[in-house]
């Protein structure tokens, strides 16, 4: 069977590409191959089964500044379709989506199925074929593209989209097809710190700290929530987005510095405590907390540093406050492996991205063949990022497939 187009993966990325090519140009024989017996699966898991379509962020110079790898190859494409576009183009097929206060965009419905169900509607009005359970054994560029299946006649195809996501057999293909995988390793992880300090505090919170990987120049500043197994919340998850690769080199061991405070700079922090000292002399020092920290929290740090919580203030040494202004501000903890952010994880590595041409998401190796979404070396932090580079590199490959760009 000969196809103009052959989408390979029928995730996000396929699907956004095969929509815009089918939708341009109805005459055009585009058919997704999908491996597993359903399509869009991990749209349907995403954000914690919400699907966090995109982000609201629409300055492009700003966008790509969410994406640890990736951010110079997208500042072209984001010009050309950016979160404006994905919300308007969710909206025209009638789903209804909302921004929440930190900028994430979900459908209104608060169900990815919501979002499932257009995709696959779009691609059936747009006369898509989706063939699923499809076992691919390899692809190969003759004259055109042959694409040799297990239980079925080879496809013969002129335009071929890889969009297999993370999938190893993606990359082995892209491999033999001339391309270079950047070594794969994965994103968006917790911290597991088994440290007393911690200890039986899950769910507490801190709304601004830095975290920081001891020795080198990484680090986040956000939201810190502590896990059963460690920390969590938005600052840990970039951290671990944009130190990916150092912590896969280091399996997942470091010392993690944290500064539960970070608007004091400089000795600020000490000069704090000492007035506080003078203010609340004759209060015990764990009674309240008076930086505004979680209180148990508050207790475990002060104990850390052999403060008794029933010292009054008055009885701390200067020298106990300054060990404790260094708790507070460079607090290391030990990081002894990565735990599952269930909302969202992505893969670090992928097709190397100048080998690819991103006005029209076609290689530069191999003419005719496509990539987009995540089987590319590009990966954002927590918050859509990730759905949108897969809707842009789709739309782009959809377009260029269709000779319109
Ligand atoms: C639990 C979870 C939640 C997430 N939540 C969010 C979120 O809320 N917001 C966000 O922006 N990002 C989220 N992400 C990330 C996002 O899902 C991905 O970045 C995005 O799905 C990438 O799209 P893709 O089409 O490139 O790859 P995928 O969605 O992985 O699709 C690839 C498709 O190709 C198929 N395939 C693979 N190998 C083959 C093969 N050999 N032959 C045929 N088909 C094949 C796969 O089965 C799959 O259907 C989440 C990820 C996870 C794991």
Known sequence: ?????????????????????????????????????????????????????????????????????????LRGPFTRFQPRDTITWFEQRGVKLKTEADGRVFPISNRSETIVNCLIDAAHAAGVQVRSGVH??????LDRFVIDLKDADALIADRV????????????????????????????????????RLKDLPGISVEKATVKISGTSLAQTGPVLITHWGLSGPAVLKLSAWAARELAGQHYRAEVLINWLPDFKGDQLQQRLMSIKAELARQSIGASSPLHLPSRLWKRLISAVGIDGDQ????????????????????????????????????????????????????????????AGEILDIDGVTGGFNFQSAWTTGWLAGRAMNNEQ
């Open 161 to 196: 989209l890889l969009a297999t996501g993370s999938n190893p057999h993606g990359y082995e293909w892209a491999a033999a097809l001339g391309h270079t995988i950047e070594p794969p390793v994965p994103s968006l992880f917790t911290f597991e710190i088994d440290d007393a």
């Open 136 to 141: 691919i054994r390899s692809v190969a560029k």
């Open 1 to 73: 069977m000969t196809y103009q187009i052959v989408i390979i993966g029928g995730g996000a990325a396929g699907f956004f590409a095969a929509i815009t090519c089918a939708e341009a140009n109805p005459a055009a024989r585009v058919i997704i191959l999908e491996k597993t017996p359903h399509v869009l699966s991990k749209v349907r898991i995403s954000g914690g089964g919400r699907c966090n379509v995109t982000n609201a962020c629409f300055d492009p110079a700003e966008l790509v500044r969410q994406y640890p790898r990736g951010a110079a190859a």
């Open 312 to 371: 009054k203030w008055t009885e701390v040494s200067k020298r106990a406050l300054n060990d404790l202004a260094n708790e507070l501000s460079r607090g290391s903890f030990l990081m002894s492996g990565k735990g599952a952010f269930k909302e969202e994880f992505v893969t670090c590595g992928g097709v190397r991205l100048d080998e690819v041409n991103f006005k029209t998401m076609e290689s530069r190796r191999c003419a005719g063949l496509h990539f």
